[in-house]
Every structure is written in structure tokens, then in C-alpha cells.
């Protein structure tokens, strides 16, 4: 059942609200910023970052919209996807609407709580515990969204395990009590939270100094850009080592982007390629949060379009039940796409926060 939600624009940027804000450290970025190198790759050569950096060609490719990502609409987990390069001549003709299928846990997916009196981890009214039925306290759990906006847009690739169970994972920026998590939650609802978990906490790309996405740059509430670009190609490759760093997916900073860019690139992934693009935006601008004239770095996964509505369709895994912020639990939302682009180009463009433009 979609709902479609209507909102008015409010433009007041004045104070940086807790959830999923990206840190402001200081790092050393590849060319001038609006350099070919620096809008396409967004790699450094220093610094505590990340240090992917991707073949400029294959980037060109990419940005030319001549990668495929070999994904078939439907196509199981456990099989494997190809990418290829297509021919500069083939032009695909894309319809006006498209919707990723949702037959599938995306609409049931978001972050669990810190574990705190009154956040229902599994729905108003439930329990704060983990999958095993114990109490925990995780301040970070609820600021996962770079890690479940990538767990959205990755159960649409076959080779990554989203329903894997997690027999246990401890929030280690604060010291928190361990936990456990599964594929499938003590209601049997398909939230893939351990998954999640094992994003935020225990992958690692060749490239990263330390495991999981929240670890992968200095301290902050949310991953940088870069950070989910590496994990969404080393995840989305089935971490292989050989091809993972340019496999399907580039960060396309704002500045020098318009609208119609964004949207091609929208289209593009979702209708040709068969997966989602994930933005950063500011969440208070988009209409399944409360707009209290501040701004909230935050990640959605992009999952459909409609040009007759002048929609986009997007999930957002952070739960209203867990006290995050969101109006809703999961599901999947529509806003304006002039709502989303307004959203994305409100954060502060900088490479060196990682902010400011989306993946695909």
C-alpha cells in the first residue's frame, strides 16, 4: 500500500540535530574540488580516511551511463551478477515510471534502538531487547543509517547475505553490551539487521584501516560518501578482491549537478542496472520527518521514480518506534523529486566530511 505524502518546502538551516551527523575531521582529498578526479572518485592520498581510489576510465564509463550492472529484475541471492561496458551507440529507451520490486523485507527494514526504556525495537509497543530477548545499551545503533541504507540497496544484488544471522556484535564506540541479531527477528519479520550489523561493524574493504562502515573514517554519527561507495562495490562484488573497486557504483558530488543529472543517474541504476542509488540528504526536509528548521545529515535508499507524479520512491531505515527520528517504521515513502534534490543540496558540500551528493 504506497501513501503519498504532501509537503511544504521549508528552507531554514540553523542547528545540527544527533542523528546520523556526519563529523567535520579534517582530511587531505585528490585534486582541486571541482576536478574531474575529485567530482567522480572523491579518493585521497592521505590522511585517515579512506584511500580508494578508482580507474578514472572505468569512472568515465560509469558517468556515461555505459556500465551495466549485469543484475536481472528478480534475480535470486546466491547467483552471481557480471558487470559489463555497453557500446557508446546503445542508447536504452526507459520508461516514465519504475519501481524496484518490493516482494522482499526492504519495507520492513530499519535501525534498531540504544536499547533505552520506551524504544521498541519491532514496532509501537514492543520491546527494547535484541533477537535473543536480552536488554543491551548501543548509543550508535540508532545512527546506522549509511549501514541500512546500504542493507536496502544491497538486498537487491545477489551475491550479498542479507537475511545472515549475526551470532553477536558489540557497539564499539561506546563500549556497549553485546548483542545479537539475525536475518529474521524474534517476530520472524525479515528486518536483515544482522546484516546490518555486520556492515556497520565487521566488513572490511582491502582499502579500510579498520572493520565496518562506522569505523572506516574518524568518529562520527554517519559514514562518509565514500565509505558507502566501497562498502555497496566490496559487498556488492561478494568481496572479491580482484574487481571490487570499480564494480558498479561512483560518488557523484553536487556542485556542477543539476536536477536532471541526478535524475538520469536515478534512472539510470534503477530502470537499466535493476538496484537502487543512495542519497544523503538532509532528513527534516523530507516528508517523513518533522522539519523543526535544522539539519539532519542522513542516508535514504532511492528505489523507484515516476515522472507522471514527479516522485521518487525511497525507503529510510531510521524507525520512529527506536526514537530516531523518522515519522514511520520502515516502508517505503514517496516525496517530490524536487523535495529530494532540494534535500540532497542542502547539505554542505565538502569532501573531506564526505557530504554533499549521492551513489549510484
Excluded at 556488492?236 to 556542477?256: C, D, F, H
Excluded at 532511492?302 to 507524479?309: C, E, K, V
Excluded at 518506534?321 to 517530490?336: I, L, N
Aim: net charge negative.
Amino acid at each position: 500500500m504506497r501513501r503519498t505524502l504532501t509537503w511544504k518546502l521549508t528552507l531554514l538551516v540553523s542547528t545540527i540535530v544527533a542523528a546520523c551527523v556526519v563529523s567535520f575531521t579534517s582530511a587531505v582529498y585528490a585534486g582541486a574540488p571541482n576536478s574531474p578526479q575529485n567530482l567522480s572518485m572523491g579518493g585521497w592520498t592521505g590522511g585517515p580516511g579512506p584511500t580508494t581510489v578508482q580507474d578514472p576510465q572505468w569512472v568515465a564509463l560509469k558517468l556515461a551511463h555505459r556500465i551495466r550492472s549485469g543484475v536481472l529484475p528478480g534475480q535470486a541471492k546466491g547467483t552471481a551478477a557480471h558487470p559489463y561496458v555497453t557500446a557508446a551507440s546503445v542508447v536504452p529507451l526507459t520508461p516514465s515510471s519504475w519501481e524496484l520490486t518490493l516482494n522482499n523485507p526492504v519495507p520492513t527494514i530499519w535501525e534498531p534502538g540504544s536499547g533505552c526504556t520506551g524504544c521498541s525495537n519491532f514496532g509501537s509497543g514492543t520491546a527494547n531487547y535484541d533477537d535473543a530477548r536480552h536488554t543491551y545499551s548501543a548509543s550508535a545503533f540508532p545512527k546506522l543509517c549509511g549501514p541500512g541504507a546500504a542493507d536496502v540497496a544491497l538486498y537487491y544484488w545477489p551475491a550479498p547475505p542479507n537475511l545472515w544471522n549475526n551470532p553477536s556484535v558489540t557497539d564499539t564506540w561506546d563500549g556497549g553490551t553485546p548483542t545479537t541479531w539475525n536475518g529474521y527477528d524474534v517476530d520472524s519479520v525479515a528486518r536483515t539487521r544482522g546484516y546490518m550489523m555486520k556492515l556497520a561493524w565487521q566488513i572490511k574493504a582491502p582499502t579500510w584501516s579498520a572493520s565496518g562502515m562506522m569505523n572506516a573514517q574518524p568518529k562520527s554519527s554517519a559514514v562518509w560518501l565514500q565509505v558507502v561507495r566501497d562498502a555497496l562495490n566490496w559487498e556488492a562484488s561478494g568481496e572479491n578482491t580482484s574487481n571490487w573497486t570499480n564494480y558498479i557504483y561512483v560518488v557523484v558530488w553536487y556542485p556542477g549537478q543539476g536536477q536532471t543529472d541526478f535524475h538520469n543517474d536515478v534512472v539510470g541504476d534503477i530502470y537499466t542496472n535493476n538496484v537502487p542509488v543512495v542519497a544523503e540528504v538532509n532528513a527534516q526536509m523530507m516528508p517523513n520527518w518533522t522539519n523543526n528548521g535544522g539539519r539532519t545529515n542522513h542516508y535514504i535508499t532511492i528505489i523507484g521514480y515516476d515522472d507522471n507524479a514527479g516522485i521518487y520512491y525511497y525507503t529510510d531505515t531510521c524507525g520512529h518506534s527506536t526514537g530516531c527520528g523518522s515519522k514511520y517504521d520502515g516502508g517505503v515513502r514517496t516525496a517530490s523529486q524536487t523535495t529530494v534534490w532540494n534535500a540532497i543540496t542542502n547539505i554542505p558540500y565538502n569532501q573531506s566530511t564526505g557530504d554533499g551528493g549521492w551513489i549510484w
